[in-house]
Antibody, heavy 118, light 113 residues
Framework: QVQLVQSGAEVKTPGASVKVSCKAS????????IHWYRQAPGQGPEWMGR????????NSAQNFQGRVTITRDTSITTAYMEMTRLTSDDTAVYYC???????????WGQGTLVTVSS | DVVMTQSPLSLPVILGQPASISCRSS???????????LSWFHQRPGQSPRRLIY???NRDSGVPDRFGGSGSGTDFTLEISSVEAEDAGVYYC??????????FGQGTKLEIK
């Protein structure tokens, strides 16, 4: 069965960086985009970017350009999202999700809580 | 960017009664391929979103048939024919027409009275 398993919760100080991983299994990793979202308390998911695991080509949202880098390692079917220069506003749950190749996303990781606090 | 606006933001519903959630997009969601990429998700506290509906009206596997999606262009609706206790949580619409970003609405919190 399709699974996306994310790395564990992180606590960071302002100005630090964080890298969240998303291990995919149960399907052809290189055939589906992986999207990254974040969700602050009481808010809807906010699109951060996506990567095509086959080519490695990635897009990121204008809001995050310069701070977010999305990569993948096909040998271990894992996608990564790294965010730099963290502030308290970046405190949120971060999710990876699989593009279903039909204009939507279907499977989600369990989420990774990133807390930024001094 | 496309903006997805849901209403109401809060929806109290009595068990067994119907519920309806509206989603409006700032741009048409009709893709150049003729499809309309509008999905609905349900999220319970502490859980990841779960997709219920894709391409406006197609139910995902395992989704009860009391859930139905409809609409076209810029206006869409999720209807629950008879609300059950497990339906509590937040509902989101999401557009997938305007690549590369898939944009969510702000959510509608359904509470059972």
């Amino acid at each position: 069965q399709v699974q996306l398993v994310q790395s564990g919760a992180e606590v960071k100080t302002p100005g630090a960086s964080v890298k969240v991983s998303c291990k995919a299994s149960g399907y052809s990793f290189t055939a589906h985009y992986i999207h990254w979202y974040r969700q602050a308390p009481g808010q809807g998911p906010e699109w951060m970017g996506r990567i095509h695991p086959n080519s490695g080509a990635a897009n990121s949202a204008q809001n995050f350009q310069g701070r977010v880098t999305i990569t993948r390692d096909t040998s271990i079917t894992t996608a990564y999202m790294e965010m730099t220069r963290l502030t308290s506003d970046d405190t949120a749950v971060y999710y990876c999700t699989r593009d279903d190749r039909a204009g939507s996303v279907d499977y989600w990781g369990q989420g990774t809580l990133v807390t930024v606090s001094s | 960017d496309v903006v997805m606006t849901q209403s109401p933001l809060s929806l109290p519903v009595i068990l067994g009664q119907p519920a309806s959630i509206s989603c409006r997009s700032s741009q048409s969601l009709v893709h150049s391929d003729g499809n309309t990429y509008l999905s609905w998700f349900h999220q319970r506290p502490g859980q990841s979103p779960r997709r219920l509906i894709y391409k406006v009206s197609n139910r995902d596997s395992g989704v009860p048939d009391r859930f139905g999606g409809s609409g076209s262009g810029t206006d869409f609706t999720l209807e629950i024919s008879s609300v059950e206790a497990e339906d509590a949580g937040v509902y989101y619409c999401m557009e997938g027409t305007h690549w590369p970003s898939f944009i969510f609405g702000q959510g509608t919190k359904l509470e059972i009275k």
